[in-house]
């Protein structure tokens, strides 16, 4: 099992790889392509997502064009998550590209006022990622406990770069593995019989 210092120095190294990506204009369109071929496979009503940050793919042009789509009669819906306080599951609020913001905790920009939702699959960003779902974070747990609080258990799609893709991470009891790792190149789908 990886120390806690192991996991951080290894965050570090794959933030320094993701920062520093070569061309990643290509890459993101790749990797858009591929996450809007995974959200008309798998229908979802409500998808939750998270608004970029340290060099994260940026899926709002991806959402925004899966909203447009809907049909007459078949509503969809978006929300970003909002931190309430630490140590705790996040909770979805909605979101439409015409949303104002406001400064959330970290610094991160969350909805003003928006109603809560309930996403039905969540787009989570990895730092790194391994074919079998496993997913390094930042090491706030956030995702982990959310997963733990949601019934059901929403879809999860896990959202990387091949490059931060590792061989192996060690599970800790509280980690849930992902459903899917979308990347630019492929969908690495969790093996079946595997556990989450």
Same mark, same amino acid.
């Given at each position: ?22 061309? #990643? ?7 858009? %392509? ?16 998270? *608004? $970029? ?21 078949? $509503? #969809? ?8 306080? $630490?140590?705790? !599951?996040?909770?979805?609020?909605? *979101? ?14 969350? !909805? ?6 309930? $996403? ?14 496993? #997913? ?12 733990? %609080? ?12 091949? %490059? ?15 459903? %899917? ?8 789908? #969790? !093996? ?5």
């Amino acid at each position: 099992m990886e120390s806690a210092t192991g996991k951080a120095r290894q965050r570090k190294a794959l933030l320094d790889v993701r920062a520093s990506l070569e061309g #990643r204009s290509e890459r993101d369109v790749a990797l858009a %392509a591929r996450l809007s071929d995974e959200l008309a496979r798998r229908a979802p009503r409500c998808v939750g997502f998270y *608004w $970029p940050i340290q060099s994260e793919f940026d899926a709002r042009e991806v959402v925004s064009a899966w909203l447009a789509q809907a049909a007459p009669g078949a $509503p #969809r819906l978006a929300a970003l998550p909002v931190v309430t306080a $630490p140590a705790t !599951p996040l909770v979805f609020h909605r *979101w439409t590209p015409a949303t104002v913001m406001k400064e959330g905790r970290y610094r991160i920009p969350v !909805p003003a006022g928006t109603e809560v939702l309930v $996403p039905d699959l969540l787009l989570v960003p990895c730092v790194g990622f391994t074919r079998e779902g496993l #997913r390094l974070g930042y090491g706030g747990g956030f995702y982990d406990r959310t997963l733990h %609080a949601m019934t059901p258990t929403p879809q999860t799609l896990g959202i990387a770069y091949d %490059a931060l893709e590792i061989d192996h991470l060690s599970a800790e009891a509280h980690d849930l593995a992902l459903d %899917a790792i979308v990347t630019e190149s492929a969908t690495f789908a #969790r !093996p079946p019989g595997t556990q989450r």
